[in-house]
């Protein structure tokens, strides 16, 4: 008897186990017959919560079909689910797309008085966040807060990730600064979410929204930088400027703990491209020469940014050189380096050469683009081979490839500078004809174009051929708007005197030009002299296993407080793109201050300057070197220092344009002393001299009959890789002529035949100057052999 009881036990249960087996699939197959309206009466069910969990896993159901057997059991039946059934059905409804279910599953939930787990929330997170559903994930971590969810660091990660990938970066920006404000460091975000986050907002040029981040990141014990963060964070911080802030991350990565964190190649490469940008390429050089030994070696990223840093700064014999190295060590040049490469040359005057590097670029194979092709058609015009580049811009239109708007913009910037503007409006004309938006920077040069000829009654003409589209008519009503806005009475007596009051004399430029980092030259100055003093000091500071010792020593002397903004910058102005009228706001101010400026009007300028300036909008670099050429071309010297020392105040960095018109006001003023120091600084600061800069320089120093280093300056032209000009060449005649160094001038004539530099009006009027002093020397000559021979 004892042994048939748990025979009898077992037979019971095998019973059980039928019936429960033949309950499921009955009730399986009228859900996916008929659904539940021909389910049983609910009182005649034992459904216990394995019943329905075998049910609900059932997968030859649908899942509707199991949402609504959940909902009826739910109804009808009075079955509080458990966690299991509802974490089950969640996960159903978020794999089948039934999104529009879960908010009144989880309403439902927290009736019960149930949570389920975080693998289930996160489950329906990456749901929500798939379809683009970023409010209803968000409405999910509130849920999770009220009924108490765990919440742990991988569901924020991977919400996070999703959130900027799929471009919502404010909302994840809210996430994780929420996070790090809750001060627990066992929910910050790791480092892949986190440099997520702060690529997005590099790319997006979110400057005060990355450094809010960086900052509550670095505040956070719990949150640790790795090799990728600290290179993220060292290039924004660079492309923005922030010098000293790049360099205390380099120097923190070498004096980390830990093993996984130090300076690699994408390292290297992106301080040598902050380097670049702010204008300190022979650094970046020397870094460079650093890497090579450092057991990293440069790949094509690091010679691409060399190429463009030195083609930039005009530095083109180093550019071809790091060119030349880049191919023996194995690296094909691709589409960008060679544009660079050939945009530098064209600058330098140096056409042939850019032209047989052309040839080179097709001979090899690399596909030239659209850009490449600007390039050309812009360097040609710009050095005075407009036929070629009109020709080569024909057969380009011909082929029906490589030309998009902004070759035509160069084409009708070289009419309206010619004087061709119906040309021009028929270039504009086929530019809608093909397609190509006609965006702000062609409008400007018609319409500067159209101003110089005194044509303002064509803009009826210019608004018929631009049809689409209402950027003519949002110019001209801006136009409208600022003229009558300047109708307004002057709120001062004289503009520039009040708008820009001089603070002490022009003379006293050198210390005033480096106003915003005066302090950071102290602290060089102190360091140089604590280097020369003390060598024992330098050996114990200096790590002597470095290697890179150089970017240590610049790591060591900047400070970040004294870089928030760089001094001298490479960077040129961006190209205005079609906007529409959000664009009109310091562009089309620079184009007409340009224009009041360009006929003297400078009273009518300071005004423009001055309204805009009241509304709040920034000027830029373009802005103020604007002002202060046209103040110095007046001899209103005072003023135009009152412009460079707002432009200190204002942060915003100087350029090579700036320096120019600075050399150039000291020449007028016959300083050529202080126009050599300001070339000293400049240098010093990481400058270069471009062929404007040289021709200034040049005619300072001719003009105070300093010869001999007028000699020395053209010699440092042609060995720092740029060809001179016409205007170069007209310089040195004249001054050699006006010093009485007839030979001299004689030899630059024929040097600049030679080069094949065409003569302009100029050249006539000095040659004639040329002629009239050989005459009169040969006069002089023959009076004194005439009186010889009379003394004989």
């Given at each position: 008897m004892r042994h048939g009881r748990p025979f009898l036990v077992k037979e019971q249960r095998s019973a059980s186990q039928l019936g429960d087996i033949l309950l499921v699939a009955s009730i399986t197959k009228t859900l996916s017959s008929s659904g539940t309206r021909n389910l049983p009466d609910p009182h005649t069910l034992s459904l216990s919560e394995p019943l329905l969990l075998q049910i609900l896993r059932a997968q030859s159901l649908q899942p509707s079909k199991k949402l609504d057997f959940f909902k009826w059991c739910s109804l009808t039946h009075n079955i509080k689910h458990s966690t299991r059934t509802y974490s089950h059905i969640l996960c159903t409804a978020s794999r089948a797309g039934f999104l529009h279910e879960v908010p009144h599953l989880l309403h439902s939930m927290k009736e019960d008085g149930v949570v389920v787990d975080s693998q289930t929330f996160k489950a329906l997170l990456d749901a929500f966040i798939r379809s683009g559903k970023f409010d209803y994930a968000l409405e999910i971590l509130d849920i999770m807060e009220e009924v108490g969810a765990s919440l742990n660091t991988d569901m924020y990660n991977s919400v996070l990730v999703a959130l900027v990938r799929k471009n919502q970066v404010g909302l994840a920006m809210s996430i994780l600064l929420k996070l790090l404000e809750g001060g627990c460091s066992t929910q910050v975000p790791n480092s892949i979410a986190s440099n997520e986050l702060l690529v997005a907002l590099r790319k997006a040029d979110m400057r005060v929204e990355f450094k809010q981040v960086f900052d509550k990141l670095r505040e956070n014990k719990g949150f640790e930088m790795d090799n990728w963060g600290y290179n993220i964070c060292i290039h924004a911080f660079g492309c923005w400027g922030d010098l000293g802030t790049s360099l205390s991350l380099f120097k923190e990565m070498k004096d980390s703990n830990l093993e996984s964190v130090g300076p690699d190649l994408p390292t290297y490469n992106s301080l040598i491209h902050v380097l670049c940008l702010v204008g300190k390429v022979n650094d970046a050089l020397t870094v460079w020469e650093e890497l090579k030994g450092s057991g990293h070696e440069p790949d094509a990223i690091t010679y691409r940014i060399l190429i463009q840093g030195c083609c930039k700064s005009y530095r083109i014999d180093e550019a071809t050189n790091i060119f030349s190295q880049m191919q023996l060590n194995g690296y094909i040049p691709d589409t960008i380096v060679y544009n660079s490469l050939l945009d530098g040359l064209f600058k330098a005057r140096k056409v042939n050469d850019g032209?047989?590097?052309f040839e080179k670029m097709v001979q090899n194979g690399v596909r030239a683009s659209t850009w490449t092709y600007n390039i050309l058609v812009d360097g040609l015009f710009k050095n005075g081979r407009a036929e070629a580049a009109y020709t080569l811009f024909c057969d380009l239109k011909k082929k029906g490839q490589f030309v998009d708007g902004v070759t035509y913009s160069i084409v009708v910037l070289q009419h309206c500078k010619e004087g061709l503007l119906e040309k021009a409006l028929g270039l504009v004309e086929e530019m809608e004809r093909r397609g190509f938006a006609v965006d702000l920077v062609t409008i400007s040069s018609l319409l500067i174009g159209l101003y110089k000829e005194g044509r303002w009654d064509w803009t009826d003409k210019l608004m018929k051929h631009i049809r689409n589209g209402n950027l003519v008519p949002s110019v001209l009503k801006w136009k409208a708007d600022m003229e009558a806005s300047m109708k307004t009475p002057q709120s001062s007596r004289k503009d520039y005197t009040q708008l820009f009051p001089s603070k002490g004399g022009f003379s006293e430029i050198m210390s005033?030009?480096?106003s915003a980092n005066s302090t950071m030259d102290a602290d060089l100055d102190s360091e140089d002299a604590r280097v020369k003093d003390d060598d024992k000091n330098v050996s114990t500071d200096t790590d002597q296993w470095s290697s890179s010792p150089y970017m240590d020593q610049l790591a060591n002397q900047l400070k970040p407080v004294d870089h928030s903004s760089q001094l001298f910058s490479l960077s040129r102005g961006r190209r205005v793109q079609d906007k529409g009228e959000s664009s009109f706001d310091i562009d089309m101010v620079n184009t007409f201050l340009s224009l009041f400026l360009a006929k003297g009007k400078l009273s009518l300028?300071?005004?423009l300057f001055e309204i805009f300036s009241d509304l709040g909008e920034n000027p830029v670099s373009y802005t103020y070197n604007s002002m202060m050429s046209s103040f110095v071309k007046k001899g209103y010297f005072n003023e135009a220092w009152g412009v460079l020392n707002e432009m200190g105040e204002?942060?915003?960095?100087?350029?090579?344009?700036?320096?120019?018109?600075?050399?150039?006001g000291l020449g007028k003023m016959g300083r050529a002393d202080l126009a050599s120091c300001v070339l000293d600084k400049l240098m010093k600061q990481?400058?270069?001299?471009?062929?404007?800069?040289?021709?200034?320089?040049?005619?300072?120093?001719?003009?105070?009959?300093?010869?001999d280093e007028v000699n020395k300056l053209f010699e440092q032209m042609k060995s720092s890789g740029i060809n001179p000009d016409v205007v170069t060449f007209n310089t040195l005649i004249e001054v050699h002529s006006k010093a009485g160094r007839l030979k001299d001038a004689y030899k630059f004539l024929k040097m600049m035949l030679d080069a094949g530099c065409s003569p302009n009006h100029v050249t006539d009027t000095t040659l004639d100057f040329l002629g009239k002093e050989i005459e009169k020397l040969r006069y002089q000559k023959a009076s004194m052999v005439r009186n010889k021979d009379d003394f004989r």
């Open positions: 032209c047989h590097l005033l030009i480096n300028a300071c005004k204002k942060v915003c960095p100087t350029d090579i344009a700036t320096y120019n018109v600075i050399i150039q990481g400058g270069y001299l471009d062929v404007v800069m040289y021709n200034t320089l040049i005619n300072a120093l001719g003009k105070a009959s300093r010869i």
